[in-house]
């Protein structure tokens, strides 16, 4: 067994994979990553199953040291400077860490969640199939909390086998899509109509639980209260004081506020990675787009094996990314230290 | 049961999640609905459907958008909702037992002072309500009861408590309920309870299923003690009843 040191970390970092599923109906949320389509690149680049446990890790800069062996990782999801004794580590690609040698990573540019997966896994023990950390529920293996300097993540030597790096599409650009309702009835047409027109911001209170979003104040046709119903993760809930709050992994099952709409799938991600105070709009599209791109996200998920490669393709653009990586560091990083604060309202409205 | 159910309405929650709403109320005949399509569909799987949630008036149905679309599971769950309503197959019966008051229950004088009786009479009558699990939500085990007789039917708390202790047994509007873990809640507090409704690495690890029946007996602070260390140890300590 190797063993990966967590040297230094920020807040807002977890060990996440594909969540915890089944149990929604006793209350307990499935968690996992925030970026899935991240989360499933770095393990493919890992050789993991797509889904399998990595490390999620927030916009504050991270190190980690390879102990007791060689650890291969791999790295996605949003882009930070990375190096190994000064020895410049791509983006989106594997490397390997001798025995004693620390990754040391940036903050996340242009986004806010990163995602280390380690060859092999992370040892622990799954509770309803996840090794996710729930904190609220006491729940995740090794640690069923954020991480912390000084955790150590047990897995196997490295194999050996070649680095890869990993061509995924561009991230699609513009509004984020939403599938109206299932309250929408509960907002009149000009609520409506303010909430597509106007630019949002994410607000820095945000955390896993929900991103409460920052701009006019949406108001309800008949009161906040309904009688709680289920949610899914991009429920788009506006509560009592009319900003609206959308519902990330760590959700409630259930809540009381009523959802004007609800993202679409394929969007989830990369909702989840806009910077905090960075302005975005909502577009709304009909059922059948949204599950056609529900259907090429999967394809997508399905065949990413298929879009790794050689990493020795890969020296014409070093230099180019070196450049960007020296270029941009603390962009997304403001106010991340309030990620984790309560939120009250999320956690109080049954 | 009446052969013309009316049919609920389809409702998108997103692209992978349909909710199925029998009624925008708290209404014991929509719950029993929400559960008959639950037990439905645990009976009859359609393919692609990964996950149900019930709710009071509600099942969310949670479905792979690459195995069934929008509108054929749509429509196949209006006809499945639509038939008589079986009755459950069996219906757990258990009795919790709880601590009633003082720093157990902190809003219990409270309620008895605002609904104008005495805190015995508080407890009299929660004691003698027959409820029903009509869902489980929020945070894992937190299970909302319903069946709670209308003279404590009261609103909420103006500001909701961050947090409240663990096994805490309290009322909110309509409902009355049985919170698992220590967190945040804007209902009145009534007492606690040793149950875990979910403990992990107990068998099972959540004690309570919707559509479970729940009477309360009280005990006193020295039983609770005794039985919270049970339960801490993997005990049950709920006492399932002879139906």
Redesign the interface.
Known sequence: MSKLVVSTIGPASSVQDGGR????????TPSGAMDPLALAAANTLAGNGAFDAAIEIGPFGAAFTAREGTVRVALSGAPRSADIAGRSVAWDSSTTLADGETLTLGFARGGAFSYLAIEGGIAGEP?FGSLAVNA????GSPYPRPLQAGDELQTRAASGAAERRIELPAVAEGAIRV?????DDEFGEEAKALFFDSEWKISATSDRMGYRLEGPVIKHLHGHN???????N??IQVPGNGAPIVLMPDR????GYP?IA????ADLGRFAQTPAGKGFRFRAVT?AE??A???KF?KLLRTLPDRLRGIENFDLNIEALRDANVAGSAVSAVDACTWQA?S?DV???? | MAATLSPPRILPSGDSAITVEFSRNIDDAANQRVLALDRTLANEPVAGITETVPTYRSLLVHYDPVRIDFETLGEKLVALAQRPVPAAAKTRRWRIPVVYGGEHGIDLEDVARTLKTTPEDIVARHVAGDYRVAMIGFTPGWSYLSGLEKFLHMPRRQNPRLLTPAGTISIGGVQTGVQCLAGPSGWHLLGRTAVRTYQLHRDPTFLLEPGDRVKFSPVDAKTFAEQDRAAAGGEIVAELMAS
């Open positions: 599923h089944g149990a929604q109906r006793y209350g307990l509770v609220r529920a006491g729940l599938v109206m309702g299932p309250q309904i009688v709680s119903d289920g949610t899914v991009g429920s409630g099952t259930s809540g959802k609800t993202l679409m799938t059922m949204a599950q791109e529900a259907r999967a309560p009250a956690l109080a409205r049954d």
